[in-house]
């Protein structure tokens, strides 16, 4: 299936938000649909778009999997209750740890994400509430990046050949795959969002499962979740595109207190980009780098060591998994 971008030069956000107001209401009838909010920028759009357009035929649930960052699911729902747009918060941490244990290699966890999410957890929801249509904020770099086999991007079905109406029960409707990410931001402000939410850096769909080499863990997760708050906290100013923190699978030789610490380390990633296909590294002052390396170290039990990617994308990509 060929999708065909609308430009952000070509995007009028109010006819955008219009023309998918009437095909979304067009498509779900007088049927039920499911949407699932995350918090990101895209879901929180597709959000507010679906809940203009079907009302209270729009059911909203953001799923606790366990791999969100710090305060995320009372955030969102403070945030999507202050706009009048009712959220339930389904906790399925179990599942998808439970999915996610003893897996290292970074395609077997994208899987085992998208599987949890659309055929365990959603796949329940939708045979409770008798739903037949999921609402999600899949993008055009999603797509990109997925056909093009650089990472498969949990979100991406149909453009692979996934029959979703057989494999998990329901049809996806993607509103703004023809958007990338400066586009969406477009929209959630010609939709009314407040800057802080159409606005926010991107946040991955498997979550800190992305920022986690190896076997993700609750605990290891905890961790990076630390380490994401200090690094949301410090460089929010600085107007970069994206900025991330990191967890490496290896321990690495660090000194505490005069002996040997057998620790952590963590990797920060800052971006420059208009459209996250081609990204370079924030060129950060050194006195921001040293305090972010002060408070890892200090305010994250276990980490010793704290580095800084310099590598552009390509080669690197701006998430690391």
């Known amino acids: 299936m060929k999708i065909e971008?609308?430009?952000?030069?070509?995007?009028?956000?109010?006819?955008?938000?219009?023309?998918?107001?009437?095909?979304?209401?067009?498509?779900?009838?007088?049927?039920?649909?499911?949407?699932?909010?995350?918090?990101?920028?895209?879901?929180?759009?597709?959000?507010?778009?679906?809940?203009?357009?079907?009302?209270?035929?729009?059911?909203?649930y953001f799923i606790d999997n366990g791999i969100m960052r710090k305060g995320e699911p009372e955030q969102i729902a403070q945030w999507f209750g202050a706009l009048g747009v009712p959220i339930e918060i389904h906790d399925a941490r179990e599942q998808f740890f439970s999915a996610l244990k003893g897996l290292t290699d970074p395609e077997e966890k994208r899987e085992a994400i998208t599987q949890t999410f659309y055929k365990d957890v959603f796949g329940d929801l939708v045979r409770k509430s008798g739903a037949k249509f999921l609402l999600q904020g899949t993008i055009f770099t999603d797509v990109e990046e997925t056909v093009a086999g650089?990472?498969?991007?949990?979100?991406?079905?149909?453009?692979?050949?996934?029959?979703?109406q057989k494999?998990?029960?329901?049809?996806?409707?993607?509103?703004?795959?023809?958007?990338?990410?400066p586009g969406v931001r477009k929209v959630g402000e010609a939709l009314g969002l407040p800057l802080e939410m159409?606005?926010?850096?991107?946040?991955?769909?498997?979550?800190?499962?992305?920022?986690?080499?190896?076997e993700v863990t609750p605990e290891r997760v905890s961790l990076v979740r630390e380490a994401t708050a200090i690094?949301?906290?410090?460089?929010?100013?600085?107007?970069?595109?994206?900025?991330?923190?990191?967890?490496?699978?290896?321990r690495v030789t660090g000194i505490r207190?005069?002996?040997?610490?057998?620790?952590?380390?963590?990797?920060?990633?800052?971006?420059?980009?208009t459209d996250a296909k081609t990204a370079t590294p924030t060129r950060l002052d050194f006195d921001i780098l040293e305090r972010l390396a002060l408070r890892m170290t200090g305010e994250i039990p276990g980490v010793v060591s704290v580095t800084y990617n310099i590598t552009s994308k390509p080669t690197s990509t701006i998430e690391a998994i």
């Open 5 to 60: 971008e609308i430009t952000l030069d070509q995007l009028d956000g109010v006819e955008f938000i219009e023309d998918k107001s009437r095909e979304l209401s067009r498509e779900v009838g007088d049927g039920l649909a499911i949407n699932a909010l995350s918090g990101g920028v895209d879901s929180s759009v597709v959000t507010m778009l679906g809940h203009k357009a079907l009302g209270n035929r729009l059911k909203t």
């Open 150 to 164: 650089v990472k498969r991007q949990h979100n991406i079905l149909s453009q692979l050949g996934i029959d979703t």
């Open 167 to 181: 494999e998990f029960g329901y049809e996806v409707i993607e509103p703004l795959i023809q958007l990338r990410k």
């Open 198 to 214: 159409y606005n926010r850096p991107p946040f991955p769909g498997p979550a800190l499962a992305a920022r986690v080499i190896g």
């Open 231 to 250: 690094v949301e906290e410090e460089l929010s100013r600085t107007g970069a595109f994206q900025y991330l923190a990191i967890l490496h699978e290896d």
């Open 257 to 273: 207190n005069g002996k040997r610490d057998y620790g952590f380390q963590i990797e920060i990633r800052c971006w420059n980009s």
